[in-house]
Every structure is written in C-alpha cells, then in structure tokens.
C-alpha cells in the first residue's frame, strides 16, 4: 500500500503537482498523462529522488520520518538510465547485490531472462541505448522490492524482451508481493501489460480511473 500525503512539488515558481491525500491498494498502477503532465516527477519523489512538500508512506513507513528504511522498498527504472561509463554492467549489478544481500545465484536467472551476459563485463560506455535500458530493468528487479518503479519501460526496449518484462511484472506481483507504478504515455502499454489499476496526471494532480 502506498500513500501521498499533501504531495507538492514546485520548479522555481510553477507548480508541477499539487495533491490532497491519497491512499492506494496493493496492485500494479499504470501512470497516465500527456508528456510533461508530472509522470516521471512523481515516480522520482516516490524513489526518494526529488525533494518536496508533504510526505509518501509505503507499508506505513514513512519517506520522509524513516529514508533509510524506506528507500529499501522502493526500487527504480528510469526511461533513459545513465550510468558512469567507466564500470560494467557486471560491477553494477555486484553493487545492487551488495546493497540488497542477494546472491549471485539469485541474479542469474534475470541475466539470462534479458539476456545480457555476453556484455556485462564490458564497460557502460560502450553500449547502446538498448542495452542501457536492459540493465536498468535487471537492476531493478534484484532481490525483492516492496515496490517498483517502472518510467516509459518500453522505450528503446526491443520487442523480443516487452514479453519477458510483463511476465516479471506479474511474477513478482503474484509472488513476490510486489506493487508496480508504471509511467507511459503510450496507449498500447494497457493491451501488453492488462493494467487495470490506473491514475492519471493532469491538472498538477491525481485522478483515479479505477
């Protein structure tokens, strides 16, 4: 369960969102709104990456009262990932093993799911747009977070990896128990990821759908 309580986040003097409480259930969201409606600002508050007024509770515990403790909830995947081109993905993923205590035995079956083996030991630098991306998803579902964040997950993504992508997506939410935020502004995202929990962003707010 996630909760926005008396979200506002402003740049400079305009108001990107401005929300009274809002409380949601377990399940997998899909995050609508035009481009520039406020779609990746949310999810970068609820990852703990953008300062703002109010607060947002996962399981009750606060983001704002306990950060530590919550951003171990809280896993993320931006639209277009940028990572230091020095290190390899490999070295990345040894990190988002480190930080979550997960084994590497439990890691090997994403990296054949995406399949990305045969260039993580290569640097970051050196890869291309899709195969960014493909790691910002591998990363984000290492061990088992309470909730994920997913940004434009289909962009730059090629079609051969949108099915293994949904059937993590409802593997880790029937199995895992874990809660999805997806942002897209694509309308064919509903007929490949069946989401029927939606919110939409206009207005600098929140509008259930649902």
Not at 158 to 169: A, K, N, S, Y
Request: glycine letters at 6%; zero cysteines.
């Amino acid at each position: 369960m996630i909760e926005f309580k008396g979200l506002q986040k402003k740049f400079g003097e305009i108001t990107v969102i401005e929300t009274e409480d809002v409380k949601l259930d377990s399940g997998i969201y899909w995050l609508q709104g035009p481009n520039g409606s406020g779609k990746t600002t949310l999810l970068r508050m609820v990852a703990g990456l953008l300062p703002f007024k109010g607060d947002i509770l996962i399981d009750a515990i606060s983001q704002k009262k306990f950060p530590l403790e919550y951003r171990r909830l809280v896993s993320w995947a931006d639209a277009e990932p940028i990572y230091p081109g020095f290190i390899t993905g490999m070295e990345l993923v040894n990190f988002y093993r480190h930080v979550r205590k997960v084994k590497l035995m439990e890691v090997d079956p994403l990296i054949d799911l995406f399949r990305v083996r045969h260039f993580l030991n290569t640097p970051i630098g050196s890869y291309s747009s899709g195969m960014t991306k493909k790691l910002s998803l591998l990363l984000a579902f290492i061990g088992r977070p309470r909730m994920i964040l997913l940004d434009e997950p289909l962009i730059t993504l090629d079609q051969e990896t949108v099915p293994t992508v949904h059937d993590l997506i409802m593997d880790y939410s029937l199995k895992k128990n874990t809660d999805f935020l997806i942002s897209s502004h694509q309308d064919f995202v509903e007929k490949i990821f069946s989401v029927e929990k939606k919110i939409l962003i206009a207005d600098q707010t929140l509008h259930l759908l649902f």
